[in-house]
């Protein structure tokens, strides 16, 4: 995505080092151990990636940003990543135990939206949990980070209950974190 690529320095330096953290830390009792885990618009890899490799997952890393995928393999440069929109991606070809999508998901058109999280359901071994944020309410708007214009889409509480119920996904948690982010946990049962 090219407004990422606009602010990849600024966003290193400026994100919370703790943002996700609590929400993915909740995954190590849903999953087993040594878990493949894909990090689906990993970013730079700060916090979330770095989280999820410091709890003993084997992680894999997307993101459509250049500039954000530059800073990951600086930051994690043992951590496999590839440079690639979601809705193009074959995900590294594997079966994964758990997806995590923090903060992407919303940049994406709703066709989009209902794509990939037809290919993260595709992605999943049986249990997998696909944990991802957006917002919990219908709708769309334009907001700025660092003066780059951002599109935010959101499907709502409903869109995506039914969206992830189509693809054999069943939400099991849903809510705020202290941050306002969204966060929905479905599991593939």
Partial sequence: MSEYDKIAEWYAKTRSPGIGVPEVARLKDLLPPKAEVLDLGCGNGLPITRALVDMGFYVYGIDASQAMV????????????LCEPAECSDFFG???????????LFHLTPHDQALVIQKVAERLKTGGVFLFTSGDREGEVESEMNGVSFRYISLGSDGYRKLLDEVGLTVVDERFDPHDNYVYVAQRM
């Fill in 70 to 81: 530059r800073l990951f393999r600086r930051n994690l440069p043992d951590v496999p990543v």
């Fill in 94 to 104: 594997k079966q994964f135990d758990a997806v995590v999508c923090w903060g992407m």
